[in-house]
């Protein structure tokens, strides 16, 4: 009998031990299986304004981290990169920037991070640039404007006719593609589904504009931020309000000048921008009594519904353009 009693405990304690071996191997496993990614098994992919993160956004997907360095609703014009900015480009693969000036900090930027791995990539490069020979000018003189961009390259806001848009979106699925060839297909199919509702945008535009009567296809703008997208769409930009950035004041020639096409041409409406001071729409207003439209967006997103993506925001622009004017 107590042989049999010294087998039975025996026997137990095996079984107890099966069990909290078991139990231990399970939590170690569950703990494995929750732990976070490293970050060097992280995709990420660095881009310096929202319109081109969404852009990159539609093609990558899950696949990647999308990382603006200038976020929605912030003012690109007067962006200094931030430590953290230099810290995600250290860990970043792949950057995209628009070029053209747009990202006058970038050469510094990509120094002080030291990613000697990073792949940079220019949106613009090999599309046809606006605005070059009229900034050779100011090229020679060295003179970079006060915007923040750096002009004597040309106008850099290619992105604001669609079909650049387009030409963009080919470029990130092609690069991505490169990059990730595991996640190819994901790319290419996420690229063919956002192709055909950017050329739906570009036709809802189109149609848009037309709506308009011919002698209303005509614009003043706070700054030269539209020329691709009035050459794309049959618009014409009379004259920007101020060359440079925000503070920057007309000359008292200039100005007399917008007055004068204002009155010649019956311009309904001046259209300002986000990100900058509407005063001097408003005092042209005062004194030629046309409409101020002062919320358009280009550089950046909005942050609502209606403007935080780069569809809604090229919506939202159509869409008071052709209202005032009408």
Not at 74 to 84: A, I
Not at 228 to 239: D, I, P, S, W
Not at 274 to 281: A, E, H, S
Not at 313 to 319: A, E
């Amino acid at each position: 009998m107590p042989s049999t009693l010294f087998k039975s405990s025996n026997i137990l304690k095996v079984l107890g031990m099966a069990l909290m071996l078991i139990f231990f191997t399970g939590c170690a496993t569950q703990r494995l299986e929750s732990a976070p990614t490293s970050t060097k098994e992280q995709k990420i992919v660095i881009t310096s304004i929202s319109p081109l993160a969404d852009l990159i956004k539609n093609v990558g997907g899950d696949a990647v981290q999308v990382v603006s360095l200038v976020p929605p609703g912030s003012d690109p014009h007067t962006y200094e990169p931030t430590p953290e900015a230099i810290r995600q480009v250290a860990k970043a693969q792949v950057l995209f920037a628009n070029g053209v000036g747009q990202e006058t900090y970038l050469e510094k930027l990509i120094a002080n991070s030291q990613n000697k791995d990073l792949r940079t990539v220019i949106l613009a490069e090999g599309l046809p640039i606006l605005g070059i020979e009229e900034d050779h000018a100011a090229e020679a003189e060295k003179h970079v404007e006060g915007d923040g961009h750096d002009h004597s390259q040309g106008n850099p806001h290619l992105w604001l006719d669609v079909k650049n848009a387009q030409s963009y979106v080919e470029k990130i699925r092609d690069v991505l593609s490169e990059t990730y060839p595991q996640d190819q297909a994901v790319f290419e199919a996420n690229a063919a589904k956002y192709l055909q509702e950017l050329e739906s945008l570009d036709r809802w535009i189109r149609e848009e504009i037309k709506s308009l009567p011919e002698e209303n296809r005509k614009l003043i703008v706070y700054h030269d931020a539209w020329a691709y997208y009035a050459q794309a769409y049959g618009l014409t930009v009379l004259k920007p309000v101020v060359r440079g950035g925000e503070e920057a004041e007309p000359s008292a020639k200039d100005y007399a000048e917008l007055i004068e096409l204002i009155r010649r041409y019956n311009i309904k409406a001046v259209f300002g921008e986000v990100g900058f001071n509407p005063k001097l729409l408003y005092q042209l207003a005062q004194e030629t009594n046309v409409q101020v439209v002062e919320d358009l967006y280009n550089d950046t997103l909005g942050v609502t519904p209606d403007t935080d993506s780069y569809i809604e925001m090229m919506q939202h622009n159509t869409k008071a353009i052709v209202s005032a004017l009408k």
